[in-house]
T-cell receptor, first 115, second 116 residues
Framework: AQTVTQSQPEMSVQEAETVTLSCTYD???????LFWYKQPPSRQMILVIR??????QNATENRFSVNFQKAAKSFSLKISDSQLGDAAMYFC????????????FGTGTRLTIIP | EAGVVQSPRYKIIEKKQPVAFWCNPI?????LYWYLQNLGQGPELLIR????????DSQLPKDRFSAERLKGVDSTLKIQPAELGDSAVYLC??????????????FGPGTRLTVL
């Protein structure tokens, strides 16, 4: 069974600074997907970034990038130039290479942006 | 393009009453998911549909929960009778197996259920 662990319940960062959120996972599969989702107080789960395990290149989306370490089963999210709108719960999630199967989520990291 | 639509956004009921949630997925998305999110936790899958077929309902408490996806588009999740422990957020998501967004799940805004 897949598991996803987020060891940082809360993080804070000064506006315009950089912050890294940690995620580790466990799977017996060799091919899979990893995701970071953002959930603001509105509860809408918003996709931030996605990584296919077979790709060695780390995914990037504007100010968001990941550090994917497949051997270590680590998938951290770096947010550069933090903005007030980045404040939210961030969830790391994993799905198998049959990606339309269920997502397994971590417990989330609450990110606070300090003006 | 419209996202996943859910209604209602909030629902307050008394225990033992029935309740139903509705979801309209992104157009063209064949796979539809219902997740349950308890406070302070990540979502957990309740049921997954491929078109109109429920292909994974192993986590659905079938004694009180039911779901349907008639015509392979909209879906309804029902609880009858509701219990206090059912208070949570119910999220609907959809995905497709074609194009750049293959296998990426997009979520609706969720329904917050409070059972009194």
């Amino acid at each position: 069974a897949q598991t996803v662990t987020q060891s940082q319940p809360e993080m804070s960062v000064q506006e315009a600074e950089t912050v890294t959120l940690s995620c580790t996972y466990d799977t017996s599969e060799s091919d899979y997907y990893l995701f970071w989702y953002k959930q603001p107080p509105s509860r809408q789960m918003i996709l931030v970034i996605r990584q296919e395990a077979y790709k060695q290149q780390n995914a990037t989306e504007n100010r968001f990038s990941v550090n994917f370490q497949k051997a270590a089963k680590s998938f951290s999210l770096k947010i550069s130039d933090s903005q007030l709108g980045d404040a939210a719960m961030y969830f790391c999630a994993h799905s198998t290479n049959f990606g339309n199967e269920k997502l397994t989520f971590g417990t989330g990291t609450r990110l606070t942006i300090i003006p | 393009e419209a996202g996943v639509v859910q209604s209602p956004r909030y629902k307050i009921i008394e225990k033992k009453q029935p309740v139903a949630f509705w979801c309209n997925p992104i157009s063209g998305h064949n796979t539809l998911y219902w997740y349950l999110q308890n406070l302070g936790q990540g979502p957990e899958l309740l049921i997954r549909y491929e078109n109109e077929e429920a292909v994974d309902d192993s986590q659905l408490p079938k004694d009180r929960f039911s779901a349907e996806r008639l015509k392979g588009v909209d879906s309804t999740l029902k609880i009858q009778p509701a219990e206090l422990g059912d208070s949570a957020v119910y999220l609907c998501a959809s995905s497709t197996r074609t194009g750049e967004d293959t296998d990426t799940q997009y979520f609706g805004p969720g329904t917050r259920l409070t059972v009194l």
